[in-house]
Every structure is written in structure tokens, then in C-alpha cells.
């Protein structure tokens, strides 16, 4: 089991192994970007906008821009504040601006929040398919003993392990590919964040999930790797596992693959909290007037859910009782 620059080390000698699970939009992506030895960026990728701070009047637009997410947290949100002074740091720790994406992150915790309180103590929290790894990094600070697991493709992966070092360098790093790796990990209390590879992502059962978070990538995934995920939220071994999923209702994938939100396996008796069109993903903003711009059309459509799941056991679906807190 690798830790802290050993995992960049590795994950960077493998960034052109090809990804068993990959779906054909990632086939595609994956060949748009790379990362150098020493963290450097070189392409374009989808995993979320990059933008060193560097010109104070960018900086000035992008936190003009911002205010109707900002005036929409306050409002909402109890917890908002606190989250996103730890956005602000993590973009400070990384070198970057505070983006759209960074908002979307902050304000999808935000509501998380409300409903699932954030122990010491207590399950995982899975963060699958992370964005330079901002909800990886914002979990780790929110919460300073909990082990975090955040699951990714080779490159993406790289991407999220690079970006969590630099925002939490005081939280040890894990990569785990076997279910000893996963045990050791978990039992090791030094060891905060736990990297797997989406190839290897069948020790994720090891752990105890109470929170899993996946933010616009399902809809990016094979179906069957969606399945996958939900086998493993409904059967790991803690009592309650919570799944926050925003994603768009359809996406049709390179080689003619529909994503549909619908399909997902969920499950009649899952208990809803949340269920409803993300407002912070379907409204964008530009230097293009009229500034605030709306995601028109069926298949721009991004709903998020906030289920507690059916846990699953030996192949039988278990009650619901009360719902346990997470934490």
C-alpha cells in the first residue's frame, strides 16, 4: 500500500494504462489531458474549470457572477458559511481562483449537510468521480477524523490525488487495491483519505459507507458500472448508507450509450430527501450578457437526489427503521 507523494508517483507512471471500466466518453477524454511530474496541467479536461488566480479583475468578476449562489446558500443553507470559508482555502492552497465548479461543490455539500450531520466519528464518506478533488478536500476539512474514500480513473484520479495533497498535505494519502489494502487502511487511524482506482473500485465493500457523493459522472459511466456502485452503497457493511447523486436526466454517450437518471437502480423503498432539479447545475454564468444563463432542454436537465438506501444482505432487502444519523 502506497501513501502521501508515493501514490502521485505511481498513479503518474500509469496515467496512459487503459481503464477496464472506462465508458466511451472517457475512451475519449482521457487523451485530452496530462499531468507532468511536477503537477503541471497539459491539455484541457472535463473534470472542472483551473484558473490561477492571477488577474485581480477575473477574480473580481468571478465573485460578482457568483452572488445569486452565494445569496441562494445563505439562505438556504445553515452550514453554507463554514463551507465555503474551507472552499476559499482550499482554492487558496491549490493556486486557483474560486470557480463556478468550486461553488457547485460548496453549495451540493452545503444542502448534504442539512440533512446528514458531519460527526468525528463514524463510516466512510465515498466521493466517486471527484473534480480536482474539491469535495474530497472539503470533506477532509469538515471533518478531521473521518476516512474519506474517493474513487476515479487512472488520470482523473491522478488529478484529484495531486489537488487533495496540495489543499490537505496534513491528511495522510492511501492507495488501495486489494481488500487486505482496504482493511489495513481502514484500520490504520493515521491514514485519512483512501485513493482507489475505478478498476479496483470492488474493495470499496470492505468499507463502511454511511455518505457516498456522485456529482455529474454517473451520467458519464457504463450502466452496468452504475449498478456496480449501487451493489456495493446498498451492501457494504454499515447500517445506513446516504447517496447524494446530481446528474443529468439523459445523456447519450460517443458510442450511442443512453445514461438515464431514471434507470439508476433505485430502489421504491429508498427513503427520499431530497428529489428535485439541481438549481446550482442547471444555472451557469458568463462574461456574455445577459450573465446568468439557463440550461434549456430535457437532456440539460440535472436533477439531484438525496436517498437513504435500501441496505441490502445476503441478497434480501432490510427494513428501514428510524434513519441513523451518519455521523
Known sequence: MLLNDDVLRALHSRQEQVDRSASSYWTEAAGSFSLTKSGTMEGSTLVGLLAPPTDPLRVLVHRTLQLPFTALGRWRYRHYGQIRRLGGLIASRTDRMFTYDMMRQVLSLALIHEHVPFGEEGPAVLVIGDGFGVMTSLLALLTQRRKIITVNLNKPLLLDTTYIRRAVPEATLALVETDADMDTALADKTIRVIA???????????????LAINIVSMQEMNPDTVVA????LRENPAPETILYCANKLTKTLPDG???RFSDYPWRSDDTIMVDAICTWNQWTYSRRPPFWHYRWGQS???WHRLASLTKIRDGVPMLHGDRKQAG
Open 196 to 210: 482507489v482506482q475505478a478498476d479496483h473500485a470492488q474493495v470499496i465493500r470492505r468499507a463502511p459507507i454511511a
Open 300 to 302: 440539460r436537465i440535472i
Open 257 to 259: 450509450t443512453v445514461a
Open 229 to 232: 456502485y449501487f451493489a456495493t
